[in-house]
């Protein structure tokens, strides 16, 4: 399996996953479990009303930040914060309150970078953090970091934020290097548990019902991921956790996705999910990924 389609893989792994995950987004365990038994089919609904197969912002937003890398040669963060204000005037279907308040903020200043926050530990910078993955793999760890905080500090510039964007770019460099599941274990997961101590995942209850706190988020994301074999098996497994389950979704999707490739994506929710977002996401992994 070559570099270019683990790519691919992340990218429709971070939309599939939005587009199951949004169905049961809010709802808790016993809900779902009341309401589908267990939630496994891209089915659309949700308190948002989607169709089957339609993604939210977890999506659209990295397709804005992606289309703006693309434009730019980099991850620029004043064109970062263009790109996420385009998307927001084009009336998304969701989007966050952090992200609409420190939007509306660069508009008013015309600076990119919102004011350092720890409220701001939400998870919206992170999930939308594939992009940058993508067009910085194989650059320098220096360069990487730069470019996380560049587009991430846009809505959320905090610490926590920060760490566990760097974390996932690191983890999806490695999958698309060909890295195992023990190696984004040990070698990412648990060092930024190490690191941050509120990330650990291990000595915590199953994280059901996670919010969109980013360390709730990370938690729930770890532990479906280390607990499963497949990708198809820690999608089912995160999103019947309920809560911010779009992301959580999302970004076990894009995970998984670099780390079992395209074959390992169930060709039902492949067909299943809205085909421009298809078209969307295979175009721009590989233009960023190549560099083009």
Known sequence: MNTADRAVAAYLGLAIGDALGATVEFMTPREIAAQ?????????GGWLHLKPGQVTDDTTMSLALGDSILAQGRVDAFASALAFDGWMRAKPVDIGNTVRRNLLQFRKTGDPEAPYSDRDAGNGA????????????GQA???????????AHVTHHCALSDAACECLVSMVQDALRGAD?????HRHAHPLAARHPEFRFRAVRPSSN??????????AVFQSLF?????????????NRGGDADTTGAIAGMLAGALYGLEEIPEAWL????????????????ALIQGK
């Not at 589908?36 to 659309?44: A, F, K, N, S």
């Not at 760890?141 to 587009?151: D, G, I, L, N, S």
Request: aromatic letters at 6%; charged letters at 20%.
């Open 210 to 219: 996670p919010s969109g706190y980013v360390v709730d988020t990370m938690q």
């Open 36 to 44: 589908y038994g267990i939630h496994d089919t891209l089915r659309g």
């Open 126 to 137: 992170a999930m939308r953090v594939l992009p940058v993955a993508l067009a910085t793999f």
């Open 227 to 239: 607990d499963t074999d497949d990708f198809r098996e820690c999608l089912i497994d995160v999103v």
């Open 271 to 286: 067909n299943t999910l809205n085909a421009g977002t298809r078209h969307s996401c295979q175009a721009q992994a590989l």
């Open 141 to 151: 760890e220096k360069t990487v970091r730069a470019a996380c905080q560049a587009q």
């Open 181 to 185: 599941k023990n190696h984004l274990l």
